[in-house]
T-cell receptor, first 116, second 112 residues
Framework: GAVVSQHPSRVICKSGTSVKIECRSL??????MFWYRQFPKQSLMLMAT?????????EQGVEKDKFLINHASLTLSTLTVTSAHPEDSSFYIC????????????FGPGTRLLVL | SQELEQSPQSLIVQEGKNLTINCTSSKTLYGLYWYKQKYGEGLIFLMM?????EEKSHEKITAKLDEKKQQSSLHITASQPSHAGIYLCGAASGGGADGLTFGKGTHLIIQP
């Protein structure tokens, strides 16, 4: 149980385009979803927290207009990287938490974004 | 802000040997999570500790949280090649509604 999926697993895009990443909790309802970013050989850094039906809370230094988060249902959150630039190239990982899993955060497999 | 220090940064252990990874927090921990990651992949949940002095085990992995809730250790007994990977400790400042702060990870290599 407690499976979280992400799609796509890898994406390559041109600079200036937008990319959408989906995060789904497959077997539990995620009241809260989190988006993290991981640069090579570094640890995960929290970008934002989203609760179903409400606006996401962004960490300091993360541009909310650049990283659009939508948590439309209890099983789906999306992260859209708008007008992507090469410096946005990174590994994006989501996690989901819910009452059914006693608030433990379960992570998706990650999405590797490469902006050319 | 909370900071987590993991040690060692990397560890090479001969198969069959025991090992310990430490995680120290600058603040009292509400909850301490241990995850395993293979490079470029997602995180696999190992254990969560919340109470001071708590100890949990799963297969050959044991994690402990000290009484003051500022330090945790992860111990692997009789290591196997499948234990290789990056071990991350993560701290919650509140309940599950808070994002986690992670340490930089410990890269474990198991030598046959």
């Amino acid at each position: 149980g407690a499976v979280v999926s992400q799609h796509p697993s890898r994406v390559i895009c041109k600079s200036g385009t937008s990319v959408k990443i989906e995060c789904r909790s497959l077997d539990f309802q995620a009241t809260t979803m989190f988006w993290y970013r991981q640069f090579p050989k570094q640890s995960l850094m929290l970008m934002a927290t989203s609760n179903e039906g409400s606006k996401a809370t962004y960490e300091q230094g993360v541009e909310k207009d650049k990283f659009l988060i939508n948590h439309a249902s209890l099983t789906l959150s999306t992260l859209t990287v708008t007008s992507a630039h090469p410096e946005d190239s990174s590994f994006y990982i989501c996690s989901a938490a819910g009452l059914a899993v006693r608030e433990t955060q379960y992570f998706g497999p990650g999405t590797r974004l490469l902006v050319l | 802000s909370q900071e987590l220090e993991q040690s060692p940064q990397s560890l090479i252990v001969q198969e069959g040997k025991n090992l310990t990874i430490n995680c120290t927090s600058s603040k009292t921990l509400y909850g301490l999570y241990w995850y395993k990651q293979k490079y470029g992949e997602g995180l696999i949940f190992l254990m969560m500790l919340q109470k001071g002095g708590e100890e949990k085990s799963h297969e050959k992995i044991t994690a402990k949280l000290d009484e003051k809730k500022q330090q945790s250790s992860l111990h692997i007994t009789a290591s196997q090649p499948s234990h290789a990977g990056i071990y991350l400790c993560g701290a919650a400042s509140g309940g599950g509604a808070d994002g986690l702060t992670f340490g930089k990870g410990t890269h474990l290599i198991i030598q046959p």
